[in-house]
């Protein structure tokens, strides 16, 4: 310790906007010492304004604010991400020395956190990726966090992390991941997860409200009596609440009034298109993204709407409660679905990458703070944590069970609401894909024919070695050509 600074405060935030304000003011609640820094000097006055009881100092200059840390000084950042992450790095190099920690706590491409985390090494900078989720209550209250990268400097900020992270049964939602970039992959997967989640209840929505045409307050009543069983989760809380909320000053409720065209910050699509790169199939969050990319067309949408006319589908149902057990069930079954495909994608993601995740300990962190915390969380955790080496949770036999306890029931969801014309693609993306994955035998014969038939790409065949091509259009004798590769 001689050289290093011995005084000063314990951990700096730059950016504090949703995120960084509140998570600094979190840790100066649990006694901690804390900077904070913006570039906007209006959220470096309302930090001290909320923090005024708390040992939270606010800086208006970026070398003030590094000069007030002790040392090895640690600092987080919690920017937007892309360029302006890269543009803060440049100005904190000069002012850091080999030793210090820096912590990337926003929603990074983990590609992008690669490239930084070489570039710090190099001039002797620690630096991790850690992904955060939570949102502003999440981060005030208790967030689950995910970092990823040098061990050691995370094991230095660990004390912190795990006193400010949720807690469910006395143990923090923080947890090393692994090494490299694995934080933030890990989160990007979450959102992932999150994006089908959401695209879910969405679709749960237009069943109900046009569908079955429910009133509000019994929509309300429902997610309220959802979120008191198994399918308990924050995402179906908040639902909840958005069908009590009415418009300030009015008596009808703010949701009808909000444009039906959905925003993405990125990390959906990224789960997709890295899903693509890995060969790993993810439908139901793949639709998700989709669906909000489709819900932005809105003119094309009102065109077509006028064209083929948008009839007011209405569910032909018999008896409503019936409809409503059934639907609750299909939304379980959906829901597995959604979060056995992120799951797969982290298993595969794991050996193609080397993070050593240990999965049951992400389920673990996942239960409290983060955005897709759910009951159903504790069974992700209990099948990995009885068998490590489990490659997809469909495949676990107490998950088995629920799914074909719900099976039935997604079937006539899904079936009555297509022949309805009502768009269920997330429910129907996760139906259509345990079909095909319980299919030992899928029609993907026909697809090598077809490619062997035009490009002459070559197909295997049952039961023998090698590769084979056939001239299908020539002789009617089928040419095996064995040994070509296509
Ligand atoms: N909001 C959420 O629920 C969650 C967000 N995240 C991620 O966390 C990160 C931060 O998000 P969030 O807090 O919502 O973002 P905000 O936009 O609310 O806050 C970011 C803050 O950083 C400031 N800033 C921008 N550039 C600089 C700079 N060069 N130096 C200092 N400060 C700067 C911004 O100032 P100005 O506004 O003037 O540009 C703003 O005050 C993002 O990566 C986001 O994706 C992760 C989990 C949840
Ligand atoms: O990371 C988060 C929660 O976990 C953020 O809230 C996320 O940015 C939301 O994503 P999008 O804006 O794409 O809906």
Redesign the pocket.
């Known amino acids: 310790m001689d050289e290093k600074q011995a005084t000063g405060l314990q951990f700096g935030m730059i950016g504090l906007g949703t995120m960084g304000r509140n998570l600094l003011l979190n840790m100066a609640e649990h006694g901690f010492a804390v900077a904070g820094y913006d570039k906007d000097l209006e959220k470096v006055r309302l930090l001290g304004e909320e923090g005024k009881d708390s040992p939270v100092k606010g800086f208006d200059t970026l070398e003030a604010f590094i000069q007030s840390l002790k040392t090895p000084k640690v600092v987080m950042m919690l920017v937007p991400a892309g360029k302006i992450v890269d543009s803060v790095i440049a100005d904190l190099k000069p002012l850091l020395s080999p030793g210090d920690i820096i912590i990337d706590g926003g929603?990074s491409h983990f590609t992008d956190t690669i490239i930084r985390d070489t570039d710090l090494q190099q001039v002797g900078l620690h630096f991790f990726g850690m992904g955060i989720?939570g949102?502003e209550e999440g981060a005030r209250k208790g967030p689950s966090m995910m970092p990823g990268g040098d061990k050691s400097a995370y094991e230095f900020v660990k004390p912190i992390l795990d006193t400010i992270a949720a807690q469910v049964n006395n143990e923090p939602c923080v947890t090393y991941i692994g090494p490299g970039a694995s934080g933030h992959f890990v989160?990007m997967v979450?959102?992932g997860i999150?994006?089908g989640v959401m695209q879910l209840i969405a679709e749960t929505y237009e069943l109900l409200y046009k569908g079955i045409q429910l009133p509000e307050n019994e929509i309300y009543d429902l997610f309220s009596k959802w979120n008191e069983g198994r399918l308990q989760s924050f995402l179906i809380e908040i639902t909840r609440d958005i069908f009590a909320f009415k418009e300030p000053g009015s008596d009808h409720l703010l949701i009808h009034n909000i444009k039906d065209q959905a925003?993405?910050?990125?990390?959906?699509k990224w789960t997709s298109q890295v899903a693509y790169d890995l060969e790993t199939p993810i439908t139901a969050i793949d639709t998700a993204v989709s669906m909000r990319d489709l819900s932005k067309y809105k003119q094309l949408r009102t065109q077509a709407a006028s064209l083929y006319g948008e009839t007011l589908p209405r569910l032909n149902i018999i008896n409503k409660d019936d409809f409503l057990t059934n639907l609750e069930r299909a939304f379980y079954f959906s829901m597995i679905v959604t979060y056995s495909q992120g799951m797969h994608m982290l298993y595969q993601a794991s050996k193609a990458y080397g993070y050593d995740f240990q999965l049951q300990e992400i389920a673990k962190i996942w239960r409290g703070g983060?955005?897709i915390r759910s009951q159903f969380l504790n069974d992700i955790y209990n099948a990995y944590q009885n068998n490590q080496q489990l490659q997809h949770l469909l495949l676990d036999e107490q998950i088995a069970a629920q799914v074909t306890e719900t099976l039935q029931a997604t079937r006539t969801v899904v079936a009555g609401a297509i022949t309805s014309g009502l768009a269920v693609p997330a429910y129907a993306a996760a139906l259509s894909y345990f079909d095909t994955f319980r299919s030992e035998r899928m029609p993907a014969n026909l697809i090598q024919a077809q490619r062997d038939f035009f490009g002459a790409h070559t197909y295997e065949l049952i039961g023998k070695e090698g590769f084979f091509h056939t001239h299908w259009s020539g002789d009617p004798v089928t040419a095996l050509n064995n040994g070509v590769t296509g």
């Open positions: 929603n989720s949102g989160k979450h959102n999150e994006y925003r993405a910050k990125g990390t959906g983060c955005i």
